[in-house]
């Protein structure tokens, strides 16, 4: 497995690949891989010639000082996942190299996707993921971009910059994958304690409960009763819970096709986010 650091050292190797008439599968992290992300890097090995995992922490992304400092890392750790799964090139670029002075960073209209759930908590949160990855996609220039439903609102997001910033990538969704327990894998579930591990599972509960009586009570009463459940337990803190159209993730009031449950809660200082089809 190759390791690159910097963009021409990464661009010059893709330019001969390119030459050979290879496709480009890309999927970008922050690293403290897990087999959420894992599962990404097989979907891209399937569907394109070379795969190229991304490492970075953007900055831009984080709205709070302090939750990108607890931010985990495991470089060491992450290089080994990635070579026992047989990826082919892992880029881990500086902050510098990301956002070189004088980089000009276009703004783009999201069309009212980043201003609901994540957009409306953590605000700057989608500009900052639209930069670093228009940044990634202008200088990797991927066939296919792989992004996991995980984050299902970031997927819309990304999806609604390539349509109007015209990139000529194709973004593949990747389905959720979760913990025996139910618990979204997230690189954050790590700084949880034993005991914030038995809790969390409240969140893929209630989900689950949402799913099983959407269409049997109204919409007001299932987001009631949830928010209720986590007011009932002081160690998590409800942040928001949706349900929206998956479409355009305008929250909904009737019973709609396309519906989808968001979450996001505080437990133990550590922000978790899921989400599930109803
Ligand atoms: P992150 O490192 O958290 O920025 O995530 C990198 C990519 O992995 C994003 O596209 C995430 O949506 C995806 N991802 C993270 N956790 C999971 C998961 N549990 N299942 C599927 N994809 C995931």
């Not at 959420?36 to 190229?52: A, P």
Request: hydrophobic content about 40%; some cysteine; overall charge negative.
């Amino acid at each position: 497995m190759l390791v690159y650091r910097t963009f021409s050292e990464l661009r010059k190797y893709l330019d001969q690949m390119v030459l050979l008439g290879k496709t480009i599968g890309f999927v970008p992290t922050m690293g403290v891989l897990h087999e959420g992300h894992i599962s990404l890097v097989e979907k891209s090995k399937l569907l394109c010639d070379i795969t190229v995992v991304s490492i970075f922490v953007n900055p831009k992304q984080f709205n709070m000082a302090e939750d990108l400092e607890k931010y985990p890392r495991m470089e060491t750790e992450d290089i080994q996942k990635l070579k026992e799964n047989y990826c082919d090139v892992v880029f881990i670029p500086s902050v510098e190299d990301v956002y070189p002075d004088g980089l000009k960073l276009p703004k783009v209209d999201l069309n009212g996707i980043d201003l609901v759930m994540e957009g409306k908590h953590r605000p700057g949160h989608f500009e900052g993921v639209v930069q670093v990855v228009g940044r990634f996609f202008d200088q990797i220039k991927p066939n296919k971009a792989f992004f996991g439903e995980k984050d299902f609102q970031q997927v819309s997001v990304i999806e609604q910059m390539v349509r109007t910033q015209k990139y000529a990538v194709e973004i593949v969704r990747c389905a959720i994958k979760r913990e025996v327990s139910g618990l979204a894998m997230s690189s954050r579930n790590i700084r949880l304690s034993a005991e914030g591990w038995h809790k969390s599972v409240l969140i893929s509960e209630q989900l689950i409960w949402a799913k099983e009586n959407f269409g049997k009570m109204r919409i007001d009463q299932i987001k009631t009763a949830i928010e209720k459940t986590f007011n009932d337990d002081p160690s998590m803190v409800l942040e928001y819970f949706e349900i929206a159209n998956e479409e355009n993730l305008q929250a909904i009031q009737s019973t709609d096709v396309y519906a989808r449950a968001f979450i996001a809660a505080e437990l133990e200082g550590i922000r978790l986010i899921d989400n599930m089809a109803l």
